[in-house]
């Protein structure tokens, strides 16, 4: 169990991170601006300092630090300015999307100073699949950071004895009062969404502030460079009609024609949104890899409190239009979150309009996994068409506050509260 260091929180991903700190490969953070790479960075980097060990943090957003770096001698020189004496070190680069020549750099190094332990980050996936392709395949690991979990979301609200009473009684009926006031942070969780910089500021004009300021800088810094300066605002206009439409069927299309943009210009802009870790295309489940490939995606952001930012839509989630896609958004995040590297997910649908709202595929079988925010024990048609169609041995369907385990066949129907999973 990781605890605080100074000021900074631990991240659930420390926990995935650590079996790979002592191995040679170089650890990449991926994820959104503002999403907590800097901070987890930091955290790695005090607690190995804790442990007696040499470190060395290297910001790339420091105009002067990035033009100084220009070849794996630059970088070695720059180490030993800062006081590097040679033997093992754990050397911290933020931002690596800025490094000129990071691939041949980082390889250099990697194979020729194995006492260097490289932990980087950025959070333009397009940049870094082009500085950190092929010639690093096999030197490196990659680890995604999404937007705060609810259990994060808790901790960094600091709200420890919820977090005490999800913890001891993840696996029981949490009693009252306990799970209404888990439910209503939970719902203010939804609304607000993951970023760390939201959750930590109580007012409701500042956090509202912060979101834009996130989106602003989103569009300066990450967007602006990518596609041409008469199409910039189209974008902007872009991702404000996809956010209205979170968690429906992508049409491409129809979104061509509502932009008035080719279809590729909209392909185009929906992979910047995905590379750069803002949202991501769900395939339909089907038996066939070449249907998957073929059928319409739905199309979920990665945080709630952007969506609602983006559609100006701030209200109690009892009160919100978008409530059911707010929590489906949720639970999505959350599923990514918890994917091993051999699982995927997907959604079904049938022709009749019937669909499971996600499908996780592990060790060749399904999971279905239902939302339906409310109390109602009833299995849909929908899922029970699904466990006729595939036979899972398990199902989910997740509540507002029900436990309740049903069967249909041989699988068992598990009803379980959403912030369970989160």
Not at 46 to 74: C, H, M, N, P, Y
Request: include cysteine.
């Amino acid at each position: 169990m990781y605890t605080k260091i100074d000021n900074l929180l631990p991240r659930e991903l420390l926990e995935e991170i650590e079996p790979f700190v002592e191995r040679d490969e170089i650890i990449v953070i991926l994820g959104a601006r503002q999403v907590g790479k800097t901070c987890l960075l930091r955290y790695i980097q005090k607690k190995l300092k804790g442990e007696g060990k040499s470190t060395f943090f290297i910001d790339l957003e420091d105009i002067e630090v990035r033009g100084a770096i220009k070849s794996a001698q630059d970088l070695l020189s720059y180490l030993r300015a800062l006081g590097y004496g040679g033997g093992r070190a754990y050397l911290f680069i933020d931002e690596v999307h800025y490094m000129q020549n990071a691939t041949s750099i980082l390889k250099y190094l990697h194979d020729h100073h194995p006492e260097l332990k490289f932990f980087i980050t950025g959070s333009s996936s397009l940049k870094l699949r082009f500085k950190l392709g092929e010639p690093l395949t096999g030197r490196k690991i990659i680890f995604i950071l999404y937007p705060l979990s609810f259990r994060e979301y808790l901790l960094f609200s600091k709200n420890e004895e919820m977090i005490q009473a999800l913890t001891s009684l993840r696996n029981r009926k949490i009693p009252e009062p306990f799970l209404s006031r888990i439910s209503k942070s939970y719902e203010e969780y939804v609304i607000w969404g993951g970023y760390p910089k939201v959750i930590m500021t109580p007012s409701f004009d500042i956090k509202a502030e912060i979101l834009k300021e996130i989106f602003t800088t989103y569009l300066e810094k990450e967007v602006r460079g990518l596609i041409r300066e008469e199409m910039f605002e189209r974008f902007n206009y872009f991702v404000r009609f996809l956010a209205a439409q979170n968690g429906n069927l992508l049409k491409i299309l129809e979104v061509s024609k509502e932009l008035g943009v080719q279809r590729s210009t909209v392909q185009r802009y929906l992979t910047i949104l995905e590379e750069t870790f803002m949202a991501k295309r769900l395939l339909p489940v089907a038996k066939s890899r070449q249907k998957e490939l073929t059928r319409t995606p739905k199309f979920y952001f990665f945080d709630t409190g952007f969506i609602n930012f983006l559609t100006k839509d701030f209200r109690p989630l009892r009160m919100h239009p978008n409530l059911g896609s707010l929590v489906e958004t949720s639970i999505f995040t959350s599923l990514l979150r918890g994917l091993s590297p051999l699982e995927e997910i997907y959604f079904w649908r049938m022709k009749n309009g019937q669909e499971v709202d996600f499908i996780i595929h592990t060790k060749g079988e399904y999971v279905p996994v239902e939302v339906k925010w409310g109390n109602d024990l009833k299995v849909t048609t929908s899922l029970k068409n699904f466990v006729r169609s595939y036979n899972p041995a398990m199902a989910f369907v997740l509540t507002k506050s029900m436990w309740q385990n049903k069967k249909i066949n041989s699988c068992k129907i598990q009803f379980l509260p959403a912030f369970i999973i989160t």
